[in-house]
């Protein structure tokens, strides 16, 4: 499974740039997207660089990221036996 997330750029070294993802930091390739500099927003997919983002929707994909992985309300009912049911 590719993952996809924003990342900021913290270093470039020839055709790598360092990123950095939710406090970690990470090694990619820029062949893609060559002219990024260091502090742009890009999209990281699996150890390569897609394309550069404005800083806005770094943080709305951000947030959308914390929204899907947050656990919802349970939908779990209770698993009591109903009232007057045998257990055979």
Not at 18 to 40: C, F, H, K, Q, Y
Not at 59 to 84: C, D, H, W, Y
């Amino acid at each position: 499974m590719c993952l996809v997330s924003p990342a900021r750029v913290t270093a470039l070294d020839g055709s790598t740039a360092t990123l950095e993802v939710d406090g970690r930091r990470r090694m990619a390739s820029i062949l893609l997207e060559p002219d990024v500099l260091v502090g742009d927003w890009v999209i990281d997919a699996g150890g390569a660089v897609l394309r550069r983002i404005e800083a806005s929707v770094a943080t709305e994909m951000q947030i959308a990221v914390a929204l899907a992985s947050s656990p919802g309300p349970s939908n779990r009912t209770s698993m009591k036996p109903a009232r007057g049911a045998r257990d055979d």
